[in-house]
């Protein structure tokens, strides 16, 4: 992380700025080490729109905190805990283990403590979420079956014409059945979490998604390779590129729009500023997870060499890093740089299940809305 922009942590509408020095590389739900403080941002400010109920002791709140964190709040020998009661002047009651709960209760003699201690909860809990392996992903599908063909056939024209070129075998291509557009990922840790994410999709569409597309078909072209880093002959990622048949800004529209909604429930981590429309055709991280799925490098901001940076992101899917092999990619985009892998009529958004699969081998739906054909 560069230190003169550290990351951003959206909780309820607000942004808190993540302290580098302090961030752990990858949070493990297990992990009993005393917590730091992922942030630098004023925790005390009062809050009117909290449900604190008031009790004859004084006052109680009601929080809902996937149970996979709880472990993270308590820590070693409970002091993280107990750091955050004596600070705020609060008490935490957390589920015992084995409870299939996802709510914690915070009682105080003050309000300002409940509000405190929340806050610092929120800042531990979301800053955790960002180095959790997702759970799901908002995608356009791209695997109709004249895709396919095409892309089957660029692989097999490319394992031949360039065979031999360095780190390049068929293990890393993706499968055809899985191609698509990302718009970002999610992770989403509760049943209720999913619950929020279905709701949102379907007012998007209410929103705004109809209103784009004002009844008429997304019709996109599938044509052309990009890669995304500044050395050709040392390659992780190479996608399609997408453009709508008609011109239009329609689908950038959309996915950038859909990005901004996720990121502002706080469902969502943003990276970049836009949404950068690619179909991955070929990523090495496949050599060693041939079912990954990138975290990061949809958004974008600052060009491809941007996009390489967050594109490097799909080996940390999972935790930790990984060493993957680079391929040569000098021969492929000379000889198909503009190959056309067909049209394609865009008719659903997914909410897609990371790792779990249809009959048709596309990701399966948390849930999914219909676009016009």
Known sequence: MDVLKPGIVNIGGRCYRVNPLQQQEYWEPDDDDDYQGP????????????????????????????????????????????????????????????????????RSTQRRGIISAKNRIDLMVESARQRTPFTHFVSFPLNSKSIQDSFLDFKDDVLRECYGDEGLDETIFQKPAKLHLTVGTLALMTR???????????????????????????????????????????????????????????????????????TSSGLMQRDFDRVKLHAT????????????????????????????????????????????????????LQKFEDHSFGEYCISAIHISQRGSYGADGYYLPASKIALPT
């Open 39 to 106: 942030a630098s941002c004023s925790l005390e400010e009062p809050c009117d729109e909290l449900d604190i109920q008031e009790t004859e002791k004084g006052y109680t709140y009601t929080m809902d905190v996937p149970s996979a964190f709880f472990g993270l709040i308590i820590g070693k020998k409970a002091e993280t805990k107990k750091k955050i009661e004596r600070e705020t002047q609060t008490q935490i009651i957390i589920p015992r283990a084995g409870k299939d709960e996802d709510t914690l209760v915070i």
């Open 192 to 262: 209720k979490e999913v619950d929020r994410a279905v709701e949102l999709l379907q007012k998007c569409k209410e929103d705004f998604i109809d209103a784009i597309l004002e009844n008429r078909p997304l019709v996109v072209d599938v044509r052309g390779l990009k890669y995304m880093n500044d050395d050709p002959s040392q390659v992780d990622v190479l996608y399609g590129h997408v453009t709508p048949q008609d011109g239009s800004n329609k689908l950038q529209l959309i996915a950038d729009s859909l990005m901004e909604q996720f």
């Open 281 to 332: 055709l070929i990523n090495t991280i496949f050599r060693q997870e041939p079912d990954a799925e990138g975290k990061k490098g949809m958004q974008d901001t600052k060009g491809d060499r941007g996009h390489d940076r967050g594109d490097r992101g799909h080996e940390r899917g999972d935790r930790g890093h990984r060493v993957r092999e680079s391929f040569d990619a000098k021969r492929v």
